[in-house]
């Protein structure tokens, strides 16, 4: 198996699959290996349930964990728990407390012979894509995986107590961002209260607006309970032109006070107020400098919750990202799962300014999106623009594919509609076709057996158990002097840094590999692609001259045959002449053919080269 494990185990690539031939449908051998830094232009992907699209994302965040890349699990259906199924031993034993038990009956099994069976359906699975229990427990030991539940203490709690506080000067100093954050702030706040936040028309939507911006001006935090008060007794005479009495009269301020207050005094609420701080920073990386991938399970909060805490974090995200030095590597992905309501082509959610501004924004500073949807139409299309990764799956109906490819032909420039008809046609369950703008064409490809076990949505039940078995989670140790060091640094956060720059260093190193050998390899395809035209020149004049052989010959022995005239020694010769230049003809198609393979043995040759060096660096490295 080393040997398949030295094809697809590469320095900045994510093994995704195995390509497909388009005309087939059959999976090939070679991978379908994509480069880490493309993921900075974001991707989104679509497919129908069933199609395999959880699969795929799912192997997309192995790899990059695999790879130490951290990473922003938004969950809404509670699937991607799943990433803590990882079972090394691949043990009937360890799948034993996850399987579902009614499905066992159903089958007429016990549970521990399901369990049993599971393991072992995992365990082929995986080797028929050349992996192993070796390459789980190297998962396990790359990242640190946790389940975050906001509003619930099934998972780790986490407080959003800090997303009222003041931003970072790199938000603050940016006019459009600080005013993103306020509007934000306001709506998403509005929204867990019912409260229609219209920033233009809605009260107590500008009012909100007007006390975070006067607060977080003068570099002051807001929590709950100042908010309240200061709705009682605002720091303001006037709104706009207005006086603040005739804009919000006093009485109807304290209707909003007490809808907060209610809230705040709500015991379901105060799972919001613990656990840990809602900062991005401290939440990608343990105290220790590991990666993070953080699960945000979300399934159990109303529609209204979600939409607040979804917000909420992509406002964080946003701040942690701009207080960052830019970046061409791949820093951190932040992926959301069915992301239908939270970027739509109408309206504005609180969670639409943000998203479209990471979109915009966070390729310089190597944060890569991942937005999956049954329908990109979902999707607004000022933000399908900045999607440089398509991965299209399986679509339910032939209306759906219609909608599919109109959304598509505008943003996956280079394909036809006639093109994209075709291959979404026929794709099976987990195939996928991967258009990257920074590949020159399309490609199909089956999605890889993943590593994490799928059962399906956890339980708050289930979440507990897995996170229950964590430790505490430790103090942030104090800084401590040491190279790359910063004012207020912790020895974990320093080695995150350190871990970040080797990464850009890298990626620079194998950037340099590549532009050496592609002047070679761009020469080499040209000889290529000259060698083909020319066979396939020498195979028709092959062709042609087969024919020209047979009807010579065929007109000779058909006229002697009738007894119209007779073989003479001209003829003879001339059809002599026809079936050596026929036998010439099959000759030169034959060292056509030769020259075509000797120059893809030397690109072969050149891709191992590159390779050869590319694993030199990490030894060295």
């Not at 007794?233 to 709104?239: A, Q």
Request: with cysteine; net charge neutral; charged share 30%.
């Amino acid at each position: 198996m080393s040997s398949q494990v030295d094809v697809y185990e590469k320095l900045g690539a994510f093994y995704l699959g195995r390509a497909c031939d388009p005309k087939t449908g059959e999976t090939t051998a070679a991978p379908l290996l994509y480069d880490a830094k493309d993921l900075t232009t974001h991707a989104v992907c679509v497919g129908m349930t069933g199609s395999g699209k959880t699969g795929l994302c799912i192997a997309l965040l192995e790899e990059a964990a695999l790879d130490g890349v951290p990473a922003l699990v938004i969950d809404p259906k509670g699937d991607l728990g799943n990433l803590l199924l990882t079972f090394p031993e691949l043990s009937g034993e360890d799948f034993r407390p996850w399987i579902d038990e009614a499905q066992a009956q159903r089958e007429g099994l016990s549970a521990d012979v399901y369990a049993a069976r599971t393991a072992e359906q995992w365990r082929r699975g995986l080797a028929e894509w050349d992996q192993d229990g070796e390459r789980i427990r190297r998962l396990r030991e790359a990242a640190d995986f946790a389940i975050y539940t906001p509003g619930s203490e099934a998972g780790l709690p986490v407080s959003i107590l800090s997303s009222f506080g003041a931003p970072p000067p790199a938000v603050l100093d940016d006019a459009d961002a600080f005013q993103e954050r306020v509007a934000t702030a306001a709506s998403s706040l509005l929204g867990l209260l019912g409260i229609d936040a219209d920033p233009i028309r809605s009260r107590e939507s500008i009012l909100l607006a007007n006390l975070f911006d006067h607060a977080w001006r003068a570099g002051e935090d807001l929590d709950m309970a100042e908010l309240i008060h200061r709705i009682q007794e605002p720091p303001l005479e006037r709104v706009g032109v207005m006086p603040l009495e005739s804009f919000y009269p006093a009485k109807e301020r304290s209707a909003l006070a007490m809808a907060l207050n209610n809230l705040l005094a709500s015991p379901s609420f105060q799972s919001w107020l613990a656990g840990e701080p809602l900062d991005v920073g401290r939440l990608l990386y343990t105290p220790e400098g590991k990666p993070r991938v953080a699960i945000f399970s979300i399934a159990h909060l109303a529609d209204a919750e979600r939409m607040f805490f979804v917000a909420l974090l992509l406002n964080q995200t946003l701040a942690w990202m701009r207080g960052l030095p830019g970046t061409s590597s791949l820093r951190a992905v932040l992926y959301m799962d069915e992301v239908f309501g939270y970027l739509p082509p109408v309206g504005e959610p609180a969670s639409k300014k943000p998203l479209l501004t990471l979109l915009k924004q966070a390729r310089a500073f190597g944060l890569g999106l991942v937005l999956a949807t049954q329908n990109p139409v979902d999707l607004d299309y000022k933000a399908l623009s900045n999607i440089g990764t398509w991965l299209l799956g399986r679509l339910q109906t032939e209306r759906d594919k219609e909608r599919v490819m109109d959304g598509l032909i505008g943003a996956a420039g280079g394909l036809s509609r006639r093109e994209l008809e075709k291959i979404l046609s026929g794709v099976d369950k987990r195939v996928f076709l991967l258009h990257n703008v920074h590949d020159r064409e399309p490609v199909l490809f089956r999605v890889r057996w993943v590593m994490s076990y799928l059962r399906g949505p956890l339980t708050r039940q289930q979440i507990r158990l897995l996170m229950g078995k964590r430790p505490a989670p430790a103090p942030r140790p104090s800084p401590r002097p040491g190279p790359f060091s910063e004012p207020g640094d912790s020895q974990g956060e320093r080695r995150a840094r350190e871990a970040e720059a080797a990464r850009e260093k890298r990626d620079r190193e194998v950037e340099k590999l590549r532009q050496k050998y592609a002047r070679k390899r761009d020469a080499l395809e040209e000889r290529i692609r000259r060698a083909i035209r020319k066979l396939e020149k020498e195979r028709q004049q092959a062709h042609e001259q087969k024919l020209n052989t047979l009807v010579s010959v065929g007109s000779s022995l058909l006229g002697a045959f009738l007894g119209r005239r007779r073989v003479t020694g001209p003829r003879i010769s001339t059809a002599g002449r026809q079936v050596g230049r026929a036998y010439k003809e099959r000759q030169d198609v034959g060292r056509a053919q030769e020259d075509v393979e000797a120059l893809e043995r030397q690109l072969e040759e050149l891709d191992r080269e590159l390779e050869d060096e590319v694993r030199g660096l990490a030894v060295g490295g």
